[in-house]
């Protein structure tokens, strides 16, 4: 019998860390299986364990060259100073030990979950160790040393000939992904993002649309600094809608970093747990309607891994097995468990406070630019339709 939903997960998916004070910790993983775990919602059945990419399958998105310096770099044959052509030693993206074999696991694990999805073992997947969207074919970029998104839509064109829709919310641009895919037809990608005015990347303005064969299956939409959920909603929902109606994908690939939150200390948008709780119903929905169900997702991005990354991240896999909406408090023994630990004091509901923050005077303007931007970035599937 079909399984609904698979979590990809292994304890050594954590071997993952750049260092103790480094934003991107993949303890977050283990916050939110634990969170999973009190309200009953995942059992050890559910649990796929990741398995290594072979250096074959990385090679399907990264230069060769580049994977040995990843292993040479890892076991201290190499110094950060020879590294930093390949974006490794930067201060983003540190040398710490091992970095091939756990950044292998990280893209093993998306692999293992396109796997499920493809060969028809489970409806859904869920891998949220991957969503490593800026690394590059030759380079690190951003903590991102294997691009797992990337390997894992090439492995898909290569072993199931996959027509494939990726779906990125991270508030950072998932530029990775989008020039790798920047002049094949059979592949769309789709960001919704920060602007890059004032944010890393800096890339995914609404006028990178693909390139040759690829024009046109490029979508990026910049949200202003400041969005609130209901402009950021509103552009999810529109975009989607459209861009799945005009790509008619096999497949539905959603990237889910949870650092469009007011809290995250590196972006500037103004989102709250409800963008949270429909950005991975709205994807169901259209994966249902689209691709027979065919939806597999990540992780990504979220650097508040205390008080949003956890309750976020569970969201999905809630969703992706039909469970009610979690509401009210979080688990007391949860709470208790991991507060001595955090330096923030938790939020101790699914929902958040309201209001979480004070009024913005600009709102009615952002809104407005957003809507603008909006009508701007559909206007190749909009003029197609006339």
């Known amino acids: 019998m079909i399984k609904n939903a698979v979590f990809v997960y292994s304890p050594e998916q954590l071997d993952y860390k750049f260092s103790e004070s480094h934003p991107f910790n993949h303890k977050r993983l283990l916050l939110t299986m634990d969170l999973l775990r ?17 250096d074959e399958e990385i090679a399907l998105a990264h230069d060769e060259k580049y994977i040995d310096i990843v292993k040479q770099a890892g076991h201290g044959l190499l110094t950060p100073a020879q590294c930093e052509s390949y974006g490794i030693g930067t201060e983003d993206t540190p040398i710490f030990p091992n970095m091939h074999e756990a950044s292998s696991l990280l893209v093993g694990g998306t692999l293992q979950a396109v796997d499920y999805v493809m060969q028809g073992k489970s409806r859904h997947a869920l891998n949220l160790g991957g969503g490593l969207h800026h690394g590059f074919h030759g380079r690190a970029s951003g903590f991102c040393i294997y691009n797992d998104s990337s390997v894992a839509i090439k492995y898909m064109q290569k072993k199931y000939n996959a027509r494939v829709l990726y779906v990125d919310t991270d508030a950072h641009h998932g530029d990775g992904v989008q020039w790798t895919f920047y002049d094949d037809p059979n592949v769309c990608t789709l960001s919704i993002h920060e602007t890059g005015r004032y944010l890393f990347p800096g890339t995914g303005n609404v006028t990178e649309r693909g390139n040759g064969q690829g024009y046109g299956t490029s979508f990026n939409f910049p949200l202003d600094a400041f969005t609130e959920d209901e402009s950021f909603l509103e552009v999810y929902e529109q975009a989607m809608r459209e861009v799945f109606e005009f790509f008619k994908p096999d497949v539905v690939f959603t990237q889910n970093g949870a650092d469009a939150h007011y809290f995250d200390p590196l972006t500037h948008l103004y989102g709250t747990m409800k963008i949270y709780q429909e950005i991975p119903k709205l994807a169901h929905k259209l994966a249902h309607e689209y691709c027979d169900g065919k939806w597999i997702a990540v992780g990504g991005g979220g650097y508040d891994i205390w008080r949003v990354v956890p309750r976020a991240w569970s969201l999905i896999w809630t969703e992706m097995n039909d469970l009610p909406l979690p509401t009210g408090p979080l688990p007391k023994e949860w709470l208790e468990k991991w507060q001595t630990e955090a330096p923030v004091p938790f939020i ?19 809104e407005e630019k957003n809507a603008q931007m909006l009508t701007k970035a559909l206007h190749i599937i909009r003029n197609e339709r006339k």
Not at 41 to 54: C, N, Y
Not at 356 to 366: H, S, T
Request: net charge negative; aromatic share 6%.
């Open 348 to 366: 101790p509901t699914w929902e958040d406070p309201n209001p979480l923050y004070e009024a913005i005077p600009r709102k009615a303007e952002i």
């Open 38 to 54: 009190k309200i009953d919602s995942i059992s050890d059945d559910d649990i796929v364990p990741a398995r290594m990419a072979t």
